[in-house]
C-alpha cells in the first residue's frame, strides 16, 4: 500500500510539473501575441529603440534613399547613434537576389532558358521529373527549405551554421533522388532551391560559384565590398562555412556593408540593366503567413528572387544568419528605399523585415 501511495505521489508531482510548464508555454504564447499586437501601432523609432534596448551588442545600420540621395546612421545600445563606420554584416538570404540576377545574366547571354527544367543543365538521372528554373528562382519547385544531411549532426553539437560542410555532391545527389512530377506545387521558400541554382550557374559558366558571384558583383555591380568573408570581419560571430559549400547561393557566408547595399537599391530603381528584370513579377504566389499579414507585410508575386507586394508598391527581400538579419527594400513608384543591416539575430526582439517596411512606408508617407 504504502509503495502504491509513493506512485501516486510520484505521479502527482509529475502531471503538476508538466501542467506547470504547459502553463509557463502558454503565457509565453500569450505574451508573444500580446506584443505581436502592439507592432502595427509602432513607428520605427519604437521598433528600433525597443529592439537595441538595453543592449551593448547592437550595431545596427540603417541607410535611406530619399530623393535620390543615400544617407545611413549606425545605431547601437538603446538607438543612440553611433559615429558613422561601414560595418561588415552577413546578409543572408538578401545573396538570393544577387544570385538571381546572375541568373538573369546568363539567361540574356543566352546560356539559361528560364523555361527549362534543371536536367538540361545538370547531369541527372532520366527517370524523374525536374523543376525549372522559373520555378527555382520563384520558391515554386516543391523543393523542401532544405534537405538533413550527416554534417548538420555535428553542425548542431557544435553550434555551427546548418549548412556548413553539404558539400555540392550531397546536393545534386539530392536532387537526383527527388521526383517533382506534380504540375504545381505553390510556393514554397527554398534554400535548397538556390543552392540548385548555383549548381547551374556553375555548369553553365564552367566556373565555381565564388568566382562568378565575385566577377558578377565587383565588374558588373560595382560592389566592391560584396562577398564571402575569408578573414574575421569587425563584428562579431559569422557563420563558418567551408569551400564549395552547396547552400553559399542561398546566402551562407556572403557579407556586405551600407555603402554596397545602398549602391545595390540605387541601381535598382534606376533600371540598372543587369538586375532590373529582377524585380519584375514572375508568378503570382498565395502565402498564410499570419505574422506578415498581421504587420502588412505581403507577398503577392515573385519575381527573380524579389518578394512584391502589391499592396504596398515595395519589392523586397529579408535575410538572417545565426546572429544576423537584413532587410531590402524598393518602392519603384517614389524612389525611395530602406536598407537595414542588423548584427542581431532574425528571431531578436523585431527583425530587420518589420523596421525595414515601417521606415519605408514612413518615407513614402511624408512625400
Not at 505521479?11 to 506584443?35: D, E, K, M, S
Not at 558571384?213 to 569587425?234: A, I, P, R
Amino acid at each position: 500500500m504504502a509503495k502504491i501511495n509513493k506512485r501516486k505521489k510520484v505521479l502527482i508531482i509529475i502531471l503538476v510539473i508538466i501542467l506547470c510548464i504547459t502553463l509557463v508555454i502558454g503565457g509565453f504564447a500569450l505574451y508573444g501575441r500580446y506584443n505581436m499586437s502592439k507592432i502595427p501601432g509602432m513607428s520605427f523609432m519604437d521598433t528600433l529603440e525597443y529592439t537595441t534596448k538595453d543592449n551593448s551588442e547592437a550595431v545596427i545600420t540603417v541607410g535611406i534613399i530619399k530623393n535620390g540621395k543615400p544617407s545611413y546612421k549606425v545605431y547601437g545600445k538603446n538607438a543612440q547613434e553611433l559615429p558613422q563606420k561601414l560595418y561588415t554584416y552577413e546578409i543572408g538570404s538578401v545573396t538570393k537576389t544577387l544570385t538571381a540576377a546572375m541568373v538573369n545574366k546568363a539567361i540574356t547571354e543566352g546560356k539559361i532558358s528560364i523555361d527549362a527544367t534543371i536536367d538540361n543543365y545538370l547531369s541527372l538521372p532520366k527517370d524523374k521529373a525536374y523543376p525549372t528554373i522559373k520555378e527555382l528562382l520563384t520558391h515554386t519547385s516543391g523543393y523542401k527549405g532544405y534537405y538533413f544531411e550527416s554534417p548538420m549532426i555535428m553542425n548542431f553539437l557544435k553550434g555551427r551554421n546548418d549548412y556548413y560542410g553539404i558539400t555540392k555532391d550531397m546536393a545534386l545527389k539530392r536532387v537526383s533522388s527527388l521526383n517533382m512530377d506534380k504540375d504545381s506545387y505553390g510556393f514554397k521558400y527554398s534554400n535548397f532551391g538556390y543552392a540548385v541554382l548555383g549548381l547551374v550557374l556553375e555548369n553553365v559558366y564552367n566556373k565555381d560559384y565564388e568566382s562568378i558571384f565575385n566577377s558578377f558583383v565587383k565588374e558588373d555591380l560595382g560592389l566592391f565590398n560584396t562577398g564571402l568573408l575569408h578573414t574575421e570581419g569587425d563584428l562579431k560571430n559569422y557563420w563558418e562555412w567551408q569551400e564549395g559549400d552547396a547552400y553559399i547561393p542561398a546566402g551562407s557566408g556572403i557579407v556586405s556593408n551600407i555603402e554596397d547595399m545602398l549602391k545595390y537599391a540605387d541601381m535598382l530603381i534606376n533600371k540598372d540593366p543587369h538586375i532590373y528584370a529582377c524585380c519584375d513579377g514572375l508568378i503570382k504566389v498565395e502565402t498564410s503567413n499570419a505574422k506578415y499579414k498581421l504587420l502588412d507585410i505581403n507577398i503577392d508575386e515573385m519575381g527573380m528572387g524579389f518578394a512584391i507586394d502589391n499592396s504596398n508598391g515595395i519589392i523586397w527581400h529579408s535575410g538572417g544568419t545565426g546572429n544576423y538579419n537584413s532587410y531590402i527594400g524598393i518602392s519603384l513608384s517614389t524612389g525611395n528605399a530602406v536598407v537595414i543591416l542588423s548584427n542581431l539575430a532574425p528571431s531578436y526582439r523585431i527583425p530587420a523585415t518589420v523596421m525595414g517596411v515601417k521606415l519605408l512606408k514612413e518615407l513614402n508617407y511624408a512625400i
